[in-house]
């Protein structure tokens, strides 16, 4: 063995801006990258030019970003994907569907569902700023959902093939909005459900022990990464239990004192509200 054993030798740009464009090809076709596939060994921070790589193709096609959202926030998802460190993934409008909203399965690959806390940045925060307050800029809390789709065959991945398909993201659905002086975060129950049936269930002390606490450390990232979180931006804090597969049919989180948010899986393309979105 020698020193240099190990340690990472630099992934030419041509190679991360192939592997933004595989990923972002298979979400477009609904089509996972296979584990046969040849994949570069990516260091984090590669990973994370990968992602920016991914939704700057995302932007020139249109869409439009609209927040952050932090993964591996709790003990219940890092286990589920055998990882075990937080990070960052970023959302847009064309990710973002309506409370109660269908949601086209046959878009997606293999998708599932997370209950979260959303937060809404009633200010621009200048994460160059040390001394930055993301919290006291914090307008709104709202229960959410996430849906998410790895681009990878069996929900597989590792820690930078994961960030590098920006943390999975497929859409997400934000509840009503709330105060953030007039709710209680710290430990009220979430649960996810299908109709009537309890899929999973938490607390909102899974995550990092009271969901403003991913405040602080998404400052951190957003920093290292260069992210921005304009005026407007929604903030998803992470789910607070495994997520479980999408099927069809209504789905809803609920947290304790923040409400009800609703989504509607559908097969095939999802027609006028109501048609197939109302049972
Ligand atoms: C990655 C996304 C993790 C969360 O809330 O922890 C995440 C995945 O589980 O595929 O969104
Ligand atoms: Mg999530």
Same mark, same amino acid.
């Given at each position: 063995? =020698? ?6 030798? +630099? ?24 584990? &046969? ?12 030019? *990968? ?17 952050? +959202? ?35 399965? *046959? ?53 930078? /093939?994961?960030?590098?398909? =920006?943390? *999975?993201? &497929? ?52 920093? /290292? ?26 789905? =809803? ?15 095939? *393309? ?10």
């Amino acid at each position: 063995m =020698n020193a240099a054993e190990g340690r990472h030798v +630099k992934t030419p740009g041509t190679v991360v801006a192939q592997v933004a464009e595989l990923l972002d090809t298979a979400q477009q076709s609904a089509t996972p990258v296979g584990t &046969a596939t040849p994949w570069p060994q990516l260091d984090l921070d590669e990973a994370y030019a *990968s992602q920016a790589a991914l939704i700057a193709r995302r932007l020139a096609r249109g869409e439009r970003g609209v927040g952050l +959202k932090l993964g591996f926030t709790s003990e219940a998802k890092m286990r589920q994907m055998g990882v075990d460190e937080l990070i960052v993934g970023q959302l847009t409008d064309g990710m973002q569907a309506a409370d109660g909203a269908a949601i086209d399965l *046959s878009a997606l690959i293999h998708p599932r569902v997370e209950p979260e806390v959303a937060f809404l940045v009633g200010a621009d925060v200048d994460l160059a700023d040390p001394d930055v307050d993301l919290e006291a800029a914090i307008t709104g809390v709202a229960p959410g959902l996430e849906i998410i789709d790895s681009r990878y065959d069996g929900f597989q991945f590792d820690l930078p /093939r994961v960030v590098a398909d =920006n943390t *999975s993201a &497929a859409k997400f659905v934000i509840g009503p909005w709330h105060a953030p002086d007039e709710v209680d975060l710290d430990d009220v129950p979430v649960i996810l459900r299908a109709g009537d049936e309890v899929l999973a269930e938490g607390t909102t002390a899974a995550i990092l022990g009271h969901p403003l606490r991913t405040l602080p450390r998404l400052v951190a990232l957003g920093r /290292r990464l260069g992210l921005q979180l304009p005026a407007g931006s929604v903030v998803l804090a992470g789910a607070a239990t495994e997520a479980v597969p999408l099927r069809p049919g209504p789905v =809803n989180a609920e947290v304790a004192g923040l409400g009800t948010v609703r989504a509607v899986g559908v097969q095939g *393309s999802a027609g006028p509200l109501g048609e197939g979105g109302g049972r």
